[in-house]
């Protein structure tokens, strides 16, 4: 596996430990479909939380939610509506979300959480 590869699927394991023991129930991860990828899909109460996981070693060249642009926020919510038109779900509310990791070579992660994006 590539470092870059290994450093994204660490993230995401991070942020569904996170999400978890915030009360949030994962659903699927790393959805694939003609359109993209939708990292972690959760649901919190009645409301379904796509949520996007960018993971940096750094913030050198950016934070993790610079990576998240209009247009990915556009596709995003595309890949929602093709995953609830797959799964059958109806849901009353989705909300979306990105989960910034920075994790430096040496120490502890730093996770932020933004909701709502």
């Given at each position: 596996m590539r470092?870059?590869?290994?450093?994204?699927k660490y993230g995401e394991d991070l942020a569904v430990q996170y999400l978890e023991?915030?009360?949030?129930?994962?659903m699927a991860r790393n959805w694939r479909c003609s359109l993209g990828e939708l990292d972690v899909i959760a649901r919190e109460g009645s409301r379904l939380v796509i949520c996007e996981v960018k993971t940096r070693r750094s913030d050198a060249y950016g934070s993790p939610f610079e990576a998240v642009s209009p247009r990915k926020v556009r596709r995003l919510r595309r890949l929602a509506i093709r995953w609830l038109e797959e799964q059958q779900v109806h849901v009353p509310e989705i909300r979306f979300d990105v989960i910034g990791i920075?994790?430096?070579?040496?120490?502890?992660?730093t996770l932020q959480h933004l909701r709502g994006i």
């Open positions: 470092a870059k590869d290994a450093l994204g023991s915030q009360g949030l129930v994962v920075i994790q430096p070579l040496a120490g502890g992660p």
